[in-house]
């Protein structure tokens, strides 16, 4: 055992001391904050404001386009719209709006003229405010009251709550646990691909049969897959720690609510639907809030370790044996795969198990060991039984204890083979070969 604690702290150490991981550590914080902050610097002003010109024939349009922050409208000077083209660029404007003369109950022929393609966002906007006067004209035409009609219009806002009366949300819940399973998935593959190069490394330098005179396969075994996962969760404590000492850093220079003030002032601008919709944004955003301080945070914290932890475990351990009996990368892809597939259909059965947590699918795929560490994290923001939790991670501990005998078994054999063509039928043998 103690040779095995050995192994562990040369792997631990040599891999946190190499320039790659400090790299990645100290960069990828960076990366998550910019995730967060750039979106907000964008929408800030960074946009400056383009002036379109009006060409309407029906000389009933200008007037009632409102300019804001984003889009200026001014009348077109020239009485041509060919000569109003070649003007377009000489008097710094974005874009040229043509309304050509129609009837109003089928308005067609209007189109936006640009040196270059005009952004998604400035021709949703235009055609939003082009839809608007439309209507407006529409309206006074059938001798509807507009405001009237806008007063009848109900606009609701539905909480969720528990019977206990804590507010809920499903959305933040599906972040959650999303967010938490895509980080297990993640790290499987990233520490357990790592764990697989080394052994394939050493096999092929020749420096397991050195390593291997005076220690036990087990226990090389063991504490390669062990350092690695120290590494593992040294990382991902620094990323969160560093992520979020970035964001508190550069959150009071953000005028996060002048942001709120300018959406709120865009949505005014263009018309009473997208209104409606920031309002019930803002009032989603208000109950996530309000769940998010009932949501369990520490057990789905203690939750996704263990399950981060044990999942990883179980599945380097299978990466390490399918390591062992290969020479190459190239020739372990054809094991890996296989042994992949369950916590890549528990990825993308994600979907299905959000509409229904609580369902069958759901249920059988969190206690299956190699499904589990992906699925339960799902489940855990919606508040799964705790015999269910229990059952669930006694079975992921007893198949990582199944899957560690079997590595063990194949990593023993494997290690010491070279050159040989490696089937599933001879890794099932290397299992029950007596040494």
């Not at 229990?390 to 063990?408: D, I, K, N």
């Given at each position: 055992m103690n040779k095995m604690w050995i192994i562990l702290s040369r792997e631990y150490i040599t891999r946190v001391r190499k320039r790659t991981f400090l790299l990645m550590t100290l960069l990828t914080p960076f990366l998550f904050a910019l995730l967060f902050i750039l979106p907000i610097l964008l929408t800030l002003g960074l946009e400056s404001q383009k002036v379109v010109e009006?060409?309407?024939?029906?000389?009933?349009?200008?007037?009632k386009f409102k300019s804001d922050k984003k889009l200026k409208y001014v009348a077109c000077k020239e009485t041509d719209l060919e000569k109003a083209k070649k003007t377009l660029k000489k008097n710094n404007n974005y874009a040229i709006l043509y309304i050509p003369k129609f009837e109003i109950e089928s308005p067609k022929g209007i189109q936006i003229f640009a040196e270059k393609s005009v952004s998604i966002e400035v021709e949703s906007q235009i055609t939003s405010h082009v839809e608007k006067v439309i209507e407006d004209i529409r309206f006074m035409k059938s001798g509807i009251d507009r405001q009237t009609l806008d007063k009848i219009k109900t606009n609701i806002t539905i909480d969720t709550r528990k019977l206990s009366g804590e507010e809920s949300s499903a959305g933040l819940a599906f972040a959650i646990g999303f967010g938490a399973a895509f980080l297990i998935y993640l790290s499987v593959f990233l520490y357990g691909a790592q764990v697989m190069r080394g052994v394939v490394e050493e096999k092929s330098n020749k420096i397991i049969e050195v390593i291997i005179s005076s220690v036990k396969p087990f226990e090389l075994l063991m504490g390669k897959i062990l350092g690695v996962a120290l590494v593992g969760l040294t990382q991902f404590a620094l990323w969160i720690i560093l992520t979020f000492a970035i964001v508190s850093i550069a959150t009071p220079f953000l005028d996060t609510k002048k942001l709120a003030e300018q959406q709120m002032e865009e949505a005014i601008g263009k018309n009473e639907k997208v209104k409606e919709q920031v309002t019930k944004q803002q009032a989603k955003m208000g109950g996530a809030l309000g769940a998010l301080a009932n949501i369990p945070v520490t057990k789905i914290v203690l939750t996704f370790l263990f399950y981060f932890i044990f999942g990883y475990l179980m599945y380097s351990a299978l990466f390490a044996a399918v390591a062992s009996a290969v020479d190459t990368e190239m020739e372990a892809q054809q094991f890996i795969t296989p042994i992949s597939m369950p916590l890549i259909i528990a990825f993308v059965a994600a979907q299905a198990i959000i509409r229904d947590p609580d369902g069958q699918v759901a249920f059988w795929l969190s206690i299956f060991p190699l499904t589990s560490p992906v699925v339960m994290m799902i489940r855990m923001p919606f508040e799964v039984p705790l015999w269910q939790l229990?059952?669930?991670?006694?079975?992921?501990?007893?198949?990582?204890?199944?899957?560690?005998?079997?590595?063990?078994r194949i990593y023993r054999v494997g290690i010491l083979s070279h050159g040989e063509k490696v089937t599933y039928k001879k890794l099932w043998n290397w299992i029950f070969y007596k040494m």
């Open positions: 009006v060409f309407d024939e029906n000389k009933i349009f200008l007037d229990l059952l669930s991670m006694a079975l992921l501990v007893l198949g990582f204890v199944g899957t560690a005998w079997l590595a063990g």
